[in-house]
C-alpha cells in the first residue's frame, strides 16, 4: 500500500492513471462535463463510470430509480463522446448506507465491479466520487482490502474553517462518508463550500462563454449545446474539480494533514492521531476551466 505522501506525489506525476468515475449524473449538469472531461484528459485511463443514486431528483419514484437515471445519463455522455465501447458503465447502490440497520452495506452492479477491478489492479486506481459516496463506501464495506489498491477522490462536504458539514454531497448519504473518512483507505477531500473564493464553488462559467466554447461541430459539443446549456448564466461546475486534481494537479494545493472526523452531529473534529488524507487548500478555477474544455474540445 503506498503512503499518502506517495500517493500524492504520484497524483503529480504526469503518469497516466487508472480512473473508475462515480457520479450522481441525474442531479444536476455538472456531473456530465466531468465525465467528459476525464474521458478526454490526456493523463486519465477511464475503467468505467457508475451512476449513483441521488435523493434530491424527486421525480424517481425511490434511490433505486435515481441510480438507474444517473446510469441512463451517464451513457448518454459516453454515446456522445463515443467511448461506449472503451468504457464501461453500470448503476450504482439502490439504498443508502445511512438507512440500513447498523449502518452496513448494500449492494449493487457498480459496488461489485469496484471491488472486481481494484482486487485485479496492479496499479493503484483513483476512484472519482462526485456524488454521494455510497458505492464507495459499501465497496470498502463488503471487501476492506481494496483500500490497498484505491485512492478516493470524493468531491463534498465544506472547507474546513466551515463549521458544519451541510452539504449537498455528504447529506446524501451522511454514513457513507463517515465509512469513506473513517476506513482508512488513501482519500482526496475536494471541499464543494467554504469561505467566500474557496472551494469548488468557484468553478463558475458564465453561459454565454460555454456556448461559445462549444460551437465546435463535433457530437459531443452538439450533445452539450443542445442539451446541456445551463439556465443560470453564472452556473457553477463543481465536479469538474475531481479529473481536474489528476489531468492538472497544478492547479491546486494539497495539504497531507490528519483525517478530521466527521461527527454525528455534523461537524468536523480533530485528532491528531488519525491517519493522514489529502486535503484541498487552494483552487484555481481558471486554470481547471481552462484545462477542462480544452480537453472536451478534443473528443470526436
Same mark, same amino acid.
Given at each position: 500500500?503506498?503512503?499518502?505522501?506517495?500517493?500524492?506525489?504520484?497524483?503529480?506525476?504526469?503518469?497516466?492513471?487508472?480512473?473508475?468515475?462515480?457520479?450522481?449524473?441525474?442531479?444536476?449538469?455538472?456531473?456530465?462535463?466531468? *465525465?467528459? +472531461?476525464? &474521458? /478526454?484528459?490526456?493523463?486519465?485511463?477511464?475503467? #468505467? =463510470?457508475?451512476?449513483? !443514486?441521488?435523493?434530491?431528483? $424527486?421525480?424517481?419514484?425511490?434511490?433505486?430509480?435515481?441510480?438507474?437515471?444517473?446510469?441512463?445519463?451517464?451513457?448518454?455522455?459516453?454515446?456522445?463522446?463515443?467511448?461506449?465501447?472503451?468504457?464501461?458503465?453500470?448503476?450504482?447502490?439502490?439504498?443508502?448506507?445511512?438507512?440500513?440497520?447498523?449502518?452496513?452495506?448494500?449492494?449493487?452492479?457498480?459496488?461489485?465491479?469496484?471491488?472486481?477491478?481494484?482486487?485485479?489492479?496492479?496499479? *493503484?486506481? +483513483?476512484? &472519482? /466520487?462526485?456524488?454521494?459516496?455510497?458505492?464507495? #463506501? =459499501?465497496?470498502?464495506? !463488503?471487501?476492506?482490502?481494496? $483500500?490497498?489498491?484505491?485512492?478516493?477522490?470524493?468531491?463534498?462536504?465544506?472547507?474546513?474553517?466551515?463549521?458544519?458539514?451541510?452539504?449537498?454531497?455528504?447529506?446524501?448519504?451522511?454514513?457513507?462518508?463517515?465509512?469513506?473518512?473513517?476506513?482508512?483507505?488513501?482519500?482526496?477531500?475536494?471541499?464543494?463550500?467554504?469561505?467566500?473564493?474557496?472551494?469548488?464553488?468557484?468553478?463558475?462559467?458564465?453561459?454565454?462563454?460555454?456556448?461559445? *466554447?462549444?460551437?465546435?461541430? /463535433?457530437?459531443?459539443?452538439?450533445?452539450?449545446?443542445?442539451?446541456?446549456?445551463?439556465?443560470?448564466?453564472?452556473?457553477?461546475?463543481?465536479?469538474?474539480?475531481?479529473?481536474?486534481?489528476?489531468?492538472?494537479?497544478?492547479?491546486?494545493?494539497?495539504?497531507?494533514?490528519?483525517?478530521?472526523?466527521?461527527?454525528?452531529?455534523?461537524?468536523?473534529?480533530?485528532?491528531?492521531?488519525?491517519?493522514?488524507?489529502?486535503?484541498?487548500?487552494?483552487?484555481?478555477?481558471?486554470?481547471?476551466?481552462?484545462?477542462?474544455?480544452?480537453?472536451?474540445?478534443?473528443?470526436?
Amino acid at each position: 500500500m503506498m503512503t499518502i505522501e506517495q500517493i500524492l506525489d504520484d497524483i503529480k506525476s504526469d503518469r497516466v492513471k487508472k480512473v473508475i468515475l462515480d457520479c450522481d449524473a441525474c442531479c444536476e449538469i455538472d456531473d456530465q462535463y466531468a *465525465i467528459a +472531461y476525464a &474521458l /478526454s484528459s490526456p493523463k486519465i485511463q477511464v475503467l #468505467a =463510470a457508475y451512476g449513483s !443514486l441521488c435523493t434530491t431528483r $424527486k421525480d424517481a419514484a425511490n434511490l433505486a430509480e435515481s441510480a438507474e437515471m444517473s446510469y441512463q445519463e451517464t451513457l448518454r455522455v459516453l454515446n456522445a463522446a463515443h467511448k461506449a465501447d472503451v468504457c464501461p458503465a453500470f448503476p450504482g447502490a439502490p439504498a443508502r448506507i445511512s438507512d440500513q440497520p447498523d449502518f452496513g452495506p448494500v449492494d449493487g452492479p457498480a459496488v461489485q465491479h469496484l471491488i472486481k477491478t481494484a482486487l485485479e489492479s496492479d496499479e *493503484i486506481i +483513483y476512484v &472519482l /466520487s462526485t456524488g454521494p459516496a455510497t458505492d464507495v #463506501a =459499501a465497496a470498502l464495506l !463488503l471487501e476492506p482490502a481494496i $483500500k490497498e489498491k484505491i485512492c478516493v477522490i470524493w468531491l463534498g462536504a465544506t472547507c474546513l474553517e466551515v463549521k458544519y458539514l451541510y452539504e449537498g454531497n455528504i447529506n446524501q448519504d451522511y454514513r457513507a462518508a463517515q465509512v469513506v473518512i473513517n476506513s482508512g483507505v488513501p482519500f482526496l477531500l475536494l471541499p464543494a463550500c467554504g469561505d467566500p473564493g474557496h472551494g469548488t464553488v468557484t468553478l463558475k462559467l458564465e453561459t454565454a462563454k460555454l456556448a461559445e *466554447i462549444l460551437s465546435h461541430e /463535433s457530437d459531443t459539443c452538439k450533445f452539450f449545446r443542445e442539451y446541456l446549456l445551463p439556465d443560470s448564466e453564472d452556473y457553477v461546475y463543481w465536479d469538474i474539480a475531481a479529473p481536474a486534481v489528476l489531468s492538472i494537479p497544478e492547479a491546486f494545493e494539497f495539504t497531507v494533514m490528519p483525517a478530521p472526523i466527521f461527527s454525528d452531529d455534523k461537524k468536523y473534529v480533530y485528532d491528531s492521531t488519525r491517519h493522514k488524507f489529502i486535503y484541498m487548500a487552494e483552487i484555481r478555477p481558471e486554470m481547471i476551466l481552462e484545462d477542462a474544455f480544452k480537453c472536451i474540445l478534443t473528443l470526436d
